[in-house]
């Protein structure tokens, strides 16, 4: 959350340009500056999330095949791979 508020913040000190030396820290400066450390914090609070929820697949689960085995007069449903 708070990497999402730094993003506008230095959203908004390069469209005021708002800069600590004109010559050698101007407001693309400040801005970068502001920018990669709400990056980092993104980076951080994505690694935190992988490592706190398990790994979860989105794949579907193979379906069991039933295959009808007849012997003699009777016939049964069994489950598994074909």
Excluded: D
């Amino acid at each position: 959350m708070m990497g999402l508020l730094l993003t506008f913040v230095a959203a908004y000190v390069q469209q005021a340009k708002i800069g600590l030396n004109p010559q050698y820290f101007n407001h693309n400066a400040l801005y970068h500056l502001i920018q990669a450390v709400a990056l980092g914090m993104f980076f951080l609070s994505a690694r935190q999330l992988t490592k706190a929820a398990p790994a979860q697949s989105y794949l579907p689960r193979p379906r069991q095949s039933r295959i009808i085995v007849v012997r003699g007069p009777r016939c049964r449903w069994v489950t598994g791979a074909p």
